[in-house]
């Protein structure tokens, strides 16, 4: 480090020399390996595949896919010798566990570079370490690489590890994802995806117990009290700083270890949420904007899955026609398959991140047996915020819609499983959001609201496909009487659209032409608006939307006056509006 800046290099004693080598000789060889048995595994299973689909008399013919078979099966195992030895992968996980161990203690550590009582507890100030500048990243991204790879390749071995070691590992993985102390979104993602080795895997095939690892994880103080802040400032930090196709891959781990952690109470969920209630309308507040993105990445991946099981059962439907089909050329047939064949893939992908982000405003906006009261409302009051619930609702509806409506036979692939798209499932996703938050007046107003997806039927017609499904009756029930709920904010919403209609135009927000519930003057523009409608417009884009200079909420003044005179005016205009359709009825 000195000899970089025209320094002059320092003599380090022996055993920081074997250190320092020994960390860099496992990355090299013995964690990097491990992509090469990734890749030998998957081409003996696509060699695998291609002799069961042979059969046996024609494999022992073919003399050229029997040899690859038989050099793929013994480079294989002794790669597999190399790498999966019991003895060598417990040394290897030791000598991560005590560095990590070292590493907690080191970046905390500001006096000095030497830890003098590894054992001590930890004691997290608010910024690391000058030192911990000086530790190369691979140190990290080593020791991660080696937990996934383990996790996937040598199970056994890590469930039985002692789990003294493997919480200093858990404190490590933790305590680096805070971005004082990592600020690269890349590595912290790997950490997270590392963290997921403690919890179970529900695609996995393993029958390996993760009952120890879980234990580690539960009883970690630092997991206890950071890991869910942790995981939804990485899901919020990844969304400018990270490539787009890497976003969601990154988010899908997220989302893995947010839905172990959440129903548990033993984990910091209420300090994820405890600003939203007392900082509703700042664009600011990690919550609010964690569930924008979440909203933002549901529509999109919901979209795109929609549209991709569109395209393939079109390209179906052609293959189907078999004249039209022969008629085509062999270049633009295959030009097709191969076009059919991206389309899978993609769709594959959208589908699976699409359920999974459903799925977390699902078990999010419900409350958890472990969840206090106060700390349900805080979550789910960020949901219905005046910012946020139009947003949501219009989501909800329109996916309801194209699932239960006359769309839904353009989704009907031939094989639904190959693509992960499982309808039924993510239709009971989506309604039991619906019944988790129908408590929630500003969410059931904002239902009959939404002018393009929403009619009277809606929930009718959704309720029936339900009971095909043999979902419980008391779902079915709880959704119908969202459905009347909805209803009855329809006259609610009449009058306030007679109200507007009404209104002289000073009562109306400039913007979207709304009554004015809140209004509140822009200092730089000299313009007053609505409350809600300025709130919303600075979470996408914090500028003032009439002349573009910087504007924040709290910049904004109240204009209590003319609240006042709005309000006034209301009460008598309603109470002629019910006079005429009193008389109107009579």
Same mark, same amino acid.
């Given at each position: 480090i000195n000899a970089e800046y025209g320094g002059t290099p320092e003599s380090f004693n022996f055993i920081s020399t074997c250190f320092y080598l020994t960390h860099r000789a496992l990355q090299l060889a013995y964690v990097a390996p491990f992509d090469k048995y990734r890749r030998l595994m998957k081409s003996l299973m696509e060699t695998q595949r291609l002799v069961q689909d042979m059969g046996v008399s024609s494999f022992s013919a073919d003399v050229g896919v029997r040899e690859r078979f038989e050099t793929q099966f013994v480079e294989q195992l002794e790669v597999k010798t190399h790498l999966l030895h019991p003895d060598t992968i417990g040394q290897v996980l030791l000598f991560y566990c005590s560095s990590a161990n070292w590493l907690s203690h080191i970046s905390i550590n500001h006096d000095s570079v030497v830890v003098t009582d590894i054992k001590c507890p930890l004691v997290v100030p608010e910024n690391p370490s000058v030192s911990l500048a000086m530790i190369p990243n691979y140190f990290v991204s080593a020791a991660c690489q080696f937990l996934i790879n383990i996790r996937y390749f040598a199970e056994a071995s890590l469930e039985n590890f002692v789990s003294e070691n493997l919480d200093h590992m858990v404190t490590f993985l933790v305590l680096f994802c805070n971005p004082t102390w990592v600020p690269n979104p890349h590595t912290r993602a790997? *950490?997270?995806?590392? *963290?997921?080795? &403690?919890?179970?895997? +529900?695609?996995?095939?393993?029958?390996?117990? =993760?009952?120890? !690892? +879980?234990?580690?994880?539960c009883s970690n103080s630092m997991a206890r009290d950071r890991l869910g802040s942790a995981m939804i400032k990485l899901f919020v930090d990844i969304e400018h700083t990270a490539q787009f196709e890497h976003k969601f891959q990154y988010r899908f781990h997220i989302f893995e270890l947010l839905q172990y952690i959440w129903p548990q109470q033993n984990f910091d969920v209420s300090k994820?949420?405890?600003?939203? !209630?007392? !900082?509703?309308?700042?664009? =600011?507040?990690?919550?609010?904007? &964690?569930?924008? %993105?979440? %909203?933002?990445?549901?529509? &999109?991946? *919901?979209? +795109?899955?929609?549209?991709?099981?569109?395209?393939?059962k079109k390209l179906q439907l052609e293959q189907e026609d078999t004249e039209t089909w022969n008629s085509l050329g062999e270049n633009a047939r295959q030009s097709k398959l191969r076009s059919l064949a991206d389309l899978k893939r993609m769709c594959t992908s959208h589908n699976i991140l699409s359920y999974e982000t459903v799925n977390c405003l699902r078990y999010m906006t419900a409350r958890s047996e472990g969840m206090s009261e106060e700390t349900h409302k805080s979550v789910t009051y960020a949901f219905v915020t005046p910012l946020l619930v139009d947003t949501m609702v219009t989501m909800l509806n329109y996916y309801l819609k194209e699932l239960v409506g006359s769309n839904q036979s353009k989704y009907r692939v031939r094989n639904l499983e190959e693509v992960k798209f499982h309808p039924g499932k993510l239709l009971q996703a989506i309604v039991q959001i619906y019944i988790n938050l129908m408590e929630e007046e500003a969410f059931v107003a904002a239902i009959p609201r939404d002018g393009r997806s929403y009619h009277s039927k809606l929930f009718e017609e959704t309720a029936g496909k339900l009971r095909k499904l043999y979902v419980p009756e008391e779902i079915v029930s709880d959704l119908l009487k969202v459905s009347q709920l909805a209803e009855r904010a329809v006259t609610s919403q009449e009058d306030e659209e007679a109200l507007t209609d009404r209104a002289p135009n000073h009562f109306l927000d400039p913007i979207l032409g709304t009554l004015m519930s809140e209004p509140v003057l822009l200092p730089s523009s000299n313009v007053i608006v609505d409350r809600p409608v300025i709130a919303k417009h600075l979470l996408s884009d914090p500028i003032d939307p009439f002349n573009r200079q910087p504007l924040n909420m709290s910049d904004v003044v109240p204009q209590d006056e003319l609240r006042d005179e709005i309000n006034v005016w209301k009460i008598k205009q309603l109470e002629d509006i019910y006079r005429e359709r009193d008389s109107e009825g009579d």
């Amino acid at each position: 480090i000195n000899a970089e800046y025209g320094g002059t290099p320092e003599s380090f004693n022996f055993i920081s020399t074997c250190f320092y080598l020994t960390h860099r000789a496992l990355q090299l060889a013995y964690v990097a390996p491990f992509d090469k048995y990734r890749r030998l595994m998957k081409s003996l299973m696509e060699t695998q595949r291609l002799v069961q689909d042979m059969g046996v008399s024609s494999f022992s013919a073919d003399v050229g896919v029997r040899e690859r078979f038989e050099t793929q099966f013994v480079e294989q195992l002794e790669v597999k010798t190399h790498l999966l030895h019991p003895d060598t992968i417990g040394q290897v996980l030791l000598f991560y566990c005590s560095s990590a161990n070292w590493l907690s203690h080191i970046s905390i550590n500001h006096d000095s570079v030497v830890v003098t009582d590894i054992k001590c507890p930890l004691v997290v100030p608010e910024n690391p370490s000058v030192s911990l500048a000086m530790i190369p990243n691979y140190f990290v991204s080593a020791a991660c690489q080696f937990l996934i790879n383990i996790r996937y390749f040598a199970e056994a071995s890590l469930e039985n590890f002692v789990s003294e070691n493997l919480d200093h590992m858990v404190t490590f993985l933790v305590l680096f994802c805070n971005p004082t102390w990592v600020p690269n979104p890349h590595t912290r993602a790997e *950490l997270v995806e590392a *963290l997921t080795v &403690f919890i179970p895997n +529900e695609r996995s095939q393993s029958s390996v117990s =993760t009952t120890n !690892r +879980e234990s580690v994880l539960c009883s970690n103080s630092m997991a206890r009290d950071r890991l869910g802040s942790a995981m939804i400032k990485l899901f919020v930090d990844i969304e400018h700083t990270a490539q787009f196709e890497h976003k969601f891959q990154y988010r899908f781990h997220i989302f893995e270890l947010l839905q172990y952690i959440w129903p548990q109470q033993n984990f910091d969920v209420s300090k994820i949420s405890q600003e939203v !209630r007392t !900082r509703e309308e700042d664009t =600011t507040v990690l919550f609010t904007r &964690f569930v924008k %993105l979440l %909203l933002n990445d549901a529509n &999109f991946l *919901l979209d +795109e899955a929609l549209h991709n099981l569109e395209e393939i059962k079109k390209l179906q439907l052609e293959q189907e026609d078999t004249e039209t089909w022969n008629s085509l050329g062999e270049n633009a047939r295959q030009s097709k398959l191969r076009s059919l064949a991206d389309l899978k893939r993609m769709c594959t992908s959208h589908n699976i991140l699409s359920y999974e982000t459903v799925n977390c405003l699902r078990y999010m906006t419900a409350r958890s047996e472990g969840m206090s009261e106060e700390t349900h409302k805080s979550v789910t009051y960020a949901f219905v915020t005046p910012l946020l619930v139009d947003t949501m609702v219009t989501m909800l509806n329109y996916y309801l819609k194209e699932l239960v409506g006359s769309n839904q036979s353009k989704y009907r692939v031939r094989n639904l499983e190959e693509v992960k798209f499982h309808p039924g499932k993510l239709l009971q996703a989506i309604v039991q959001i619906y019944i988790n938050l129908m408590e929630e007046e500003a969410f059931v107003a904002a239902i009959p609201r939404d002018g393009r997806s929403y009619h009277s039927k809606l929930f009718e017609e959704t309720a029936g496909k339900l009971r095909k499904l043999y979902v419980p009756e008391e779902i079915v029930s709880d959704l119908l009487k969202v459905s009347q709920l909805a209803e009855r904010a329809v006259t609610s919403q009449e009058d306030e659209e007679a109200l507007t209609d009404r209104a002289p135009n000073h009562f109306l927000d400039p913007i979207l032409g709304t009554l004015m519930s809140e209004p509140v003057l822009l200092p730089s523009s000299n313009v007053i608006v609505d409350r809600p409608v300025i709130a919303k417009h600075l979470l996408s884009d914090p500028i003032d939307p009439f002349n573009r200079q910087p504007l924040n909420m709290s910049d904004v003044v109240p204009q209590d006056e003319l609240r006042d005179e709005i309000n006034v005016w209301k009460i008598k205009q309603l109470e002629d509006i019910y006079r005429e359709r009193d008389s109107e009825g009579d």
